[in-house]
């Protein structure tokens, strides 16, 4: 999961959920998590690792890291 700085995410909890959008499109970053379309069903992400760092919730990712819904990732 590359971020604007090119760097790699490491995912480390996530739930597959009965939600479609295109692959790699945020639907939704929030409180509850980060959402990515994934086709027919999306990704729940709610844990994430930065390299190099410690393992941070959804929320905590995105106080450093502004995904915004309608963002792809590549």
Known sequence: LPTKSRRLVKIISADVIHCSGEPGRVLNAGDEGI?????????????????????????????GCHLQTGDILS
């Open 35 to 63: 959402t990515v379309g994934c086709g027919y069903q999306a990704l729940l992400i709610k844990c994430l690792k930065r390299q190099g760092g410690k393992i941070l919730s959804a929320s905590e990712f995105l106080n």
